[in-house]
């Protein structure tokens, strides 16, 4: 056969497979009976173009909106829109298990999976168990003196746009904020984003340019990813991505080993998190098969995941507070008539004090509500056997997901207004039902670990700023525009500052 019979054969081949693949997917997969686009029936690379595209929230919801509760977004996926079955899926106990979607996310370093990424149950709760007692809420608000050192330096940052009456980009500012925080709580020092009023160490534009990849490899099928990753390397935003990883796993491994350092030397008094974690490694290190990479791997979940999805959550209950005055006006009563009776600290709001405003709280919540900062779906494997779901069958070994972005718009939990942004739902009503389908940070045995860092730092810190600051939307037509890949992060929000009498 000449050469160009090798090429009319295999072409000729990939165009029998691809049109068998389709007929399959399309009339004979157990998917096949559900709707969705096209693309998504016969290849994943519709989910691909998502994540690049970075409005799969949107996409999803309007999906749901057109099509019903269950929509195919892949050959073998679909994302399901009913909370109820956010306990089926992702109960306790529920013999559902992450897809390999989340193995992009694992540092390569690791000895056992991180938390985030591990994929068998059993693993992930004999891990979960070393380190749980350290990111409990009791533990994180003995820290809250850490926070407050951000807080306070955020302050005075915010004060020097009030004197030069320039606008601010409140986002940008609150993601630096968010990513000192993580370095005060992990490692008692600031990174410096605020300090040096920049992205210190290209942390944040490293995040950004890897985040888009990674998600991108993780809905790729497996035997897909490293040549896509490799071949990316031709592309600078692949390779810019690739480095990125590294530097962050640089910078994990370089904080423990000079914290180690001091310790052996006796200068370290510290009593942040680092310095929990290399208590457990030296009194059950052994033990527990808790190692100095285990702790490097706990930082690292730090700079990746601890800081864009709170300051997501942060600027969207900003946002939607300021650009609701009748919010707005509700929310300022209450801080101000609490902090005039002393039920609020100052300079610096204690998270037990802010816990006992309920409107600051349903703002809070809403806020969250509707901006969820993980805007995909969080997709787990059918167990062996199947289940039964919304009256279908799914067969085991198939794929399901709960999209945050879709079911908190859900009028069935969250009322017929379900796509305002409206408190006064927290307030009134069944809550408790609400609550239980609030969905931004997982749920059940997999629920983020660093869930209560987040909450005590945005119930301080809402408060907090807008007891000392008058803050307007530099353009009052503004909307909240965010680009999604994985965390659904704000685009800039230009606000104008004023500092009010009562934060003197």
């Known amino acids: 056969m000449s050469l160009s019979d090798y090429v009319l054969f295999l072409l000729g081949f990939m ?124 533990s994180i608000v003995k820290s809250e003196d ?14 020097e746009f009030a004197e030069t009456k320039n606008p601010v980009d409140i986002a940008k500012w609150v993601n630096w904020y968010t990513f000192d925080v993580i370095g005060e709580l992990y490692f008692s020092s600031m990174f410096g984003f605020m300090k040096e009023r920049q992205d ?42 690739m480095h990125a990883l590294s530097a962050i796993n640089q910078a994990a491994e370089t904080s423990v080993t000079d914290r180690i350092q001091l310790r052996e030397k006796g200068n370290s008094t510290r009593e942040d998190i680092l310095d929990k974690l290399l208590c457990i490694y030296e009194s059950r290190g052994d033990e527990q098969d808790f190692t100095v990479t285990d702790i490097q791997v706990e930082a690292y ?77 969080l997709p787990r494997v059918v167990p062996p056997g199947g289940r039964q779901i919304l009256g279908q069958w799914f067969p085991g070994g198939l794929r399901v997901g709960v999209n945050a ?18 408190p006064e739902r927290w307030l009134r009503g069944d809550t408790a039902n609400m609550d239980r389908h609030m969905f931004q940070f997982g749920s059940g045995s997999r629920i983020c670990i660093g869930k209560n860092i987040s909450l005590c730092e945005i119930h301080k810190f809402v408060p907090e700023l807008l007891r000392t600051y008058e803050i307007k939307l530099a353009n009052p037509d503004a909307e909240f525009v965010t680009v999604n890949h994985w965390f659904n992060k704000p685009c800039p929000l230009q606000v104008n500052v004023k500092r009010r009498a009562i934060g003197v």
């Open 405 to 422: 972005a879709v079911v908190h718009f859900d009028k069935g939990i969250f009322g017929g207004d379900a796509n305002e942004f409206n």
């Open 200 to 241: 210190s160490h290209n942390y944040i534009a490293s995040l950004d340019n890897c985040l888009p990849i990674v998600c991108a490899s993780g809905v790729l099928p497996k035997y897909i990813r490293i040549p896509f990753l490799f071949s990316g390397l031709l592309f600078s935003p692949i390779r810019s991505a």
């Open 301 to 377: 979940g730090g700079f990746f995941a601890g800081s864009d999805t709170t300051a997501a959550a942060i600027s969207s209950i900003l946002f939607h507070i300021i650009k609701n005055p009748v919010v707005y006006s509700k929310l300022m009563k209450e801080i101000d008539e609490a902090s005039a009776a002393g039920n609020l600290s100052y300079p610096h709001v204690k998270y037990a004090e802010a816990m006992r405003l309920p409107y600051l709280i349903a703002c809070c919540k809403e806020g969250m509500r509707i901006h969820p900062s993980i805007g995909m779906t």
């Open 15 to 138: 165009g029998v497979y691809w049109a068998l693949w389709i007929l399959f997917t399309v009339w004979l997969h157990p998917y096949s009976k559900y709707p969705g686009p096209f693309l998504a029936s016969i290849s994943r690379l519709w989910l691909v173009l998502e994540v690049f595209q970075g409005h799969a929230h949107i996409t999803q919801k309007s999906l749901h909106e057109k099509l019903g509760p269950i929509v195919r977004i892949a050959p073998n996926e679909v994302s399901i829109s009913d909370p109820e079955f956010i306990k089926v899926i992702y109960g306790v106990n529920s013999g559902f298990t992450k897809t390999d979607f989340y193995l992009s996310f694992r540092p390569k370093f690791a000895r056992f999976p991180d938390l985030f990424t591990t994929i068998n149950e059993k693993v992930h709760s004999q891990r979960r168990k070393i380190v749980n007692n350290i990111y409990s809420m009791t």
């Open 146 to 159: 850490l926070i407050d050192i951000c807080s306070e330096l955020f302050l005075q940052r915010i004060g």
